[in-house]
């Protein structure tokens, strides 16, 4: 009881220094003076941390994360189930007041660090308030926020200002066109104003979350990495992870092995740094540049022994681990009316029950877990959208502070002092036959540079190249007529490249939606161009007799011809190998027509899906092929 009657008139924290209310009309100088007053004497006189917070394996939970909302203003198709995601509707969320009174609780209690997660937090009208409110809790040493960076420029300054410590921005490609397919919103060059306006107001480093899946972009691991020479950012390669509705799939998840000895063979110099006490990353830096790299390895070495962090949700829900499907609804018991005490009683015995390490990555799988996304944001990869390859050419770009032997993906975007130059994929104008102005894409970049790709535009027609030599038997097909798949194995490896076409005849209504880029479903030119690369990579899976190729290029162009209201596609494959990719063409213009129809039959069901035939082929002891 008199415990009770003191904390109703002087605030106090562990360390048993009492914070005194500000007096009325006290001065906001002499209010500065007496936190620093406070905080130098926290420094001074640690105080033992609080048994509410400490588990029964000794771990002390210094580290609280926040969800401030479920709302996302972007639709990524990665964090959160096919069949989306159902809100908690906003009276059982957390009211600001709420939020800052658990916060007020868990500081008093030994919690230094908050984050601020979501949904996407800085969509919260009030978040510059509450890092504001949060700043003045005593004992409190960082605030951070976790955003996907699309209003980070707007309202960063107003976030320093109120207090705002650490900034991690979750970014999973550098490639616009890729960006955009993914979280199914533009965006791109409203991220990366938000990463430049960060450094530039002195946050150093700037962290980059960036989620590793196989075939999406594990091939932009170098492009990542060489941002780090030139700026002080810290680039957070994380191990895709499983969460209820992400389909999570062992095979496309990168683990930290694989992806630091694709680093160490490009940068052999690579350190490892000295890991800090509860740091989930396994931190390195290479000589000379500016920044430095890091892994989240949640799934191949977990760093559960070490864990010092609590999530609460956006609707009140304590989760002591972010894999555990176990939770405690503080909201209820504080509307309840529940003291202070029966609070920490409530959360002590939760923080008491944290097991000692999660289940494993393939138990984890199988256990009901919220949605990211109703957790926090943080972008976990799911299954089923198309795995969407890089498209690499050997046309070297130069970023400014690379250095000369780095040669990428030419889809990097040229990072520039205050804004980005896309190297990405792009529509650009072209003119038809009609004397139109029309929508063209191309997965490429620079038709011109390559001439391999050909360009209906601009292309003459082919000629053979000399007769083709002829089978006098079906090579799939053994002696007693059954399939048989054709060994490859003494055939030496050349360069192979190969060109289909298809055409699609859209009618006059589904065209003109699509050149002016009005489908509900999207850019259906965008969308088509993607599938038709993920086609190529997949064909030995859709075609059982292919043998599998490591394709080195792969280039998907999409023209509007506006005489006969159709899409002319074209497809290029390239590779080095024993075997040709003519196949791997004819499968990504097909299926890029395929999605075509899928994009437009809402529309219109009236469509044509015609002319699927090989361009030309060349490489291999059967000689070259060009169609006349």
């Known amino acids: 009881m008199l415990l009770r009657v003191l904390r109703s008139s002087v605030r106090s924290c562990s360390s048993g220094a009492p914070v005194m209310q500000p007096c009325p009309g006290e001065s906001s100088q002499s209010a500065t003076e007496e936190l620093s007053r406070r905080r130098q004497f926290l420094r001074e006189h640690p105080a033992p941390f609080s048994a509410f917070l400490t588990d029964s394996f000794g771990r002390q939970h210094s580290y609280l994360r926040i969800s401030l909302t479920e709302k ?36 008093k209690e030994g919690v230094d660090k908050i984050r601020l997660t979501g949904g996407e937090p800085l969509i919260r009208p009030d978040v510059v308030d509450i890092v504001a409110q949060l700043h003045q809790l005593q004992g409190l040493r960082t605030i951070g926020v976790t955003t996907n960076g699309i209003n980070l420029a707007r309202l960063l300054p107003q976030l320093q200002k109120a207090g705002l410590g650490a900034i991690n921005i979750s970014l999973d490609t550098l490639v616009p066109a890729k960006f955009e397919f993914i979280v199914r919103r533009k965006g791109f060059h409203k991220v ?23 075939g999406l972009n594990e091939d932009e691991l170098l492009d990542f990495v060489a941002l780090t020479e030139g700026l002080p950012l810290d680039v957070r390669f994380i191990e895709y992870m499983p969460f209820d509705g992400n389909k999570w799939n062992f095979k496309k998840m990168v683990s930290y092995k694989e992806m630091l000895d694709t680093l160490q063979q490009q940068w052999p110099e690579l350190e490892k740094l000295p890991e800090e006490e509860s740091s989930t990353a396994k931190t390195f830096k290479i000589p000379g540049f500016r920044g430095h790299i890091s892994f989240i390895t949640s799934m191949s070495e977990h760093f559960c022994g070490t864990c010092n962090r609590l999530r609460i949700t956006a609707d009140g829900n ?90 990428f993906s030419n889809h990097m975007p040229t990072l520039w002092k205050g804004c980005w130059v896309s190297k990405s994929p792009r529509l650009a104008p072209q003119q038809l036959g009609s004397g139109s102005l029309q929508r063209h894409y191309s997965s490429h970049p620079d038709t011109d540079t390559n001439p391999e790709c050909l360009s209906p535009m601009s292309q003459a027609r082919a000629t053979h190249s000399g007769p083709l030599p002829t089978s006098d038997r079906l090579t799939h097909v053994d002696t007693e007529g059954r399939a048989t798949m054709v060994d490859v194995g003494g055939k030496p490896d050349t360069e192979r490249v190969a060109v289909a ?25 965008v969308v088509a161009q993607l599938a038709g690369i993920q086609a190529a990579k997949l064909t030995s899976q859709l075609i059982p007799l292919c043998h599998h190729v490591a394709l080195s290029h792969v280039q998907v162009q999409l023209q509007l011809d ?56 060349t490489g291999g002891q059967r000689g070259d092929f060009h169609r006349t």
């Not at 198709?77 to 868990?106: H, N, S, W």
């Not at 990366?192 to 700037?206: F, N, R, T």
């Not at 304590?318 to 029966?342: Q, T």
């Not at 809402?602 to 082929?617: F, M």
């Open 318 to 407: 304590l989760k002591v681990c972010l894999f555990g499907s176990s939770e405690v609804s503080l909201r209820d018991h504080l509307r309840a009316g529940a003291s202070e005490e029966e609070l920490l009683r409530i959360i002590g015995a939760a923080v008491g029950r944290k097991k000692r390490q999660h289940a494993g990555m393939f138990n984890i799988s199988q256990m009901k877990n919220r949605p990211m996304i109703l957790i926090e944001l943080f972008l976990i990869l799911q299954d089923s959208p198309p795995a969407i390859p890089s498209i690499s050419s050997r046309d070297p770009i130069h970023v400014q502070g690379l250095r000369h032997r780095m040669c």
């Open 562 to 617: 506006s005489t006969r209201h159709a899409v002319v596609i074209q497809a290029s494959c390239r590779a080095q190998g024993p075997t040709g990719v003519e196949m791997e063409a004819l499968t990504s213009a097909a299926v890029a027509s395929l999605t075509l129809y899928d994009m437009c039959k809402a529309v219109s069901r009236d469509i044509v899906l015609g002319e699927i035939k090989l361009i030309s082929k």
């Open 501 to 525: 076409s298809a055409t699609v005849l859209l009618g006059p209504v589904a065209f003109k939606l699509v050149q002016e880029n009005q489908l509900k479903k999207g850019d259906a030119l």
């Open 72 to 107: 996302c203003n972007l639709r990524c198709q990665y964090c959160m189930p096919e069949e989306g995601v159902p809100l908690t509707p906003k009276a059982d969320l957390l009211t600001t007041e709420e939020i800052l009174t658990l916060a007020r609780l868990f500081v």
């Open 192 to 214: 990366m104003e938000g990463i430049h306006k960060a450094i530039d107001l002195g946050y150093s480093p700037v962290k980059i979350n960036c989620v590793v899946m196989r």
